[in-house]
């Protein structure tokens, strides 16, 4: 059902993954007949037209381009003193003073001055995170013709995706790697596996279901078409594809983990997000107490990130990875697509 809804010939989406991919990757999986995904989120509006431009000039078959839509809370004094005062021994160990801090986080959710960018490409679908858009911006994405999608973790959040314009619910469960789409709560007791999910999102919406978390093998996407999904949505398994930007000291943490080495931790931007475990989770707890809300715990965090990555340590880089990983090295994005798909029944 999402190959007619989407215009492609495979039903896989490739996940949106910032900081690890850019259009090049996201044009391979489109031209292997999936839809490719393009990380907006954190993309300056000049990176933005670049990337764009890029993604139009690689490939003429549909493509998402994924955003956040997140409600920006006030980081206040008190909050930001508790959270360097949690991280003043790592800013000595690493010379970091703090009036050298950025004020202002890069993770911005979507706005009219994004849309007027992106109106005259007329991407075929434009996918969320954390809910959806106001209104009045999501009738001017569907006005081009454009399909919505938007993740759910619960079946409280995939209803009301429904009941506010989404064309499809990609039900991301537990496994899966990278920032929760959690937006009606906060409360991770409520989320479940993917199977689960997947099985109630499709016994009681109108509209096709992705699954999404835990997704590395043929097999797995064969189970998850059994269940009933529509298709489904894959990141972690491209994480080592010829394509990616995939940091060296990310890849080696991904090539070296050990068997369930993953949590959820809201360490490095202030949200839950599943990544591999480092010296700052097991040190700090994969929760830590004092973490600003989101996107503000990434402003310091990140300048620890460089100074360690600058030494070839990967204790305080957000090393996301799903719950279920088999690498693919040497593999492009458009083989590791094909191959996933094999047990697909069209």
Known sequence: MIRTLFDISTALIQAPMAGVQDAVLAASVCEAGGLGSLPCAMLSKIQLIEQLE???RSTSKPYNLNFFCHSTLQYTKLQKQQWHLTLAPYFNEYAIAESSLADEASRQPINQSIIDI???YKPAVVSFHFGLPAPFLLEQIKSWGASVISTATTIEEAKWLVDNGADAVIAQGLEAGGHRGHFLSM?????????????ECVAQLVVPVIAAGGIATEDDVAHMQALGAAGVQVGSAYLLCNEANTSAIHRNAILSQQKDNTALTTLFSGRAARGICNR??????????????FPYASIAITALRSRAEALGDSGFSPLWCGQKYIPREHMSAAQITQTLMQKWLV
């Open 187 to 199: 409360d991770l007791s409520l989320h479940k596996s993917t199977a689960e999910l997947v099985q």
């Open 54 to 56: 890029l993604l139009s």
């Open 280 to 293: 700052a989770m097991k040190e700090l707890g994969s929760m830590p107490l004092h973490v600003p809300p």
């Open 118 to 120: 992106i109106a005259p």
